[in-house]
């Protein structure tokens, strides 16, 4: 049984930790609204009113935040940052999307200190999460990876992947994310094509889900749109920022993306259009 903290418990923080607990860890809890955890601080977790705090108490410390700037506030803050709080003995993961650039140089940041870290983004969303059938693709060092990777099963994971250095497994994750918003914007403006020329959605989607063409993926944000579901697991606002970063991560490779940089346009008109919290597939609504 492992000491674990995890800092940020918005609706993947929240799971992880719950899994953690239900794996008999005895977990510490940050969040920056403190409302958030109370409903695991009944079931037992600790909770810390700092990352600091909650990192002075933990073998393992976890991140989950929605960007950048949240991760760099959460572990580099001279008062408060997680990484003024680490053992050296401990283990730094970062699950968060963000960008790798950032993800490098807060890698920087921790192994100076001399604590080991992986960068460790999640593929998957709630579902996934409460049914232990996450997918972890890890950057950072194999032996890190062996030790921590027990705990990274008990957080959820069914799969971990070990892409290679630090850096690589947000590229990774960045990589997934893309692919997956394009295949669900296309999508959507295949079924309104098709709605245009008088075959229902309905229809479509069983035409095209039996056909070699379409993702497992796709096919399930498919089901979701027809059936006008588009409560938040992957929202809108958070497609647009993950194509941002893999924006940022192209050029900086200079890696020419123009299916990338198109499709976010497509989010990017979403949001403005009032449907930034909806889930991916309310890209739909653009098209019908």
Known sequence: MSRIAVLGTGAMGFRVAQNLIHANHQVVVYNRTADKVMALVNQGAAYAATPKEAAEQAEIVISMVTDSNASRGIWLDQETGAVMGLKEDAIAIE???????????????????????????????????????LIYLVGGKGETLTQAQNILLSAGASTIHHVGDIGQGMAMKLAVNALFGIQVAALAEIIGMLNKNGINAAKAMECLGDLPVISPAAKNAGKLMLMDNHS?????????????????????????????????????NAIALGYGKENITGVVRLFM
Do not use: C, H
């Open 95 to 133: 699950s968060s999307t963000l960008t790798v650039d950032w993800v490098k140089g807060l890698g920087v940041e921790i192994l100076n200190r001399g604590v080991a870290f992986l960068d460790a983004p999640i593929v998957g969303s709630r579902p996934q999460a409460d049914a232990g059938k």
């Open 232 to 268: 938040p697991m992957f929202p809108i606002d958070l497609v647009e920022k993950d194509f941002r970063y893999m924006a940022q991560t192209a050029e900086a490779v200079d890696a020419p993306t123009p299916a990338s940089n198109a499709i976010r346009d497509i989010y990017l």
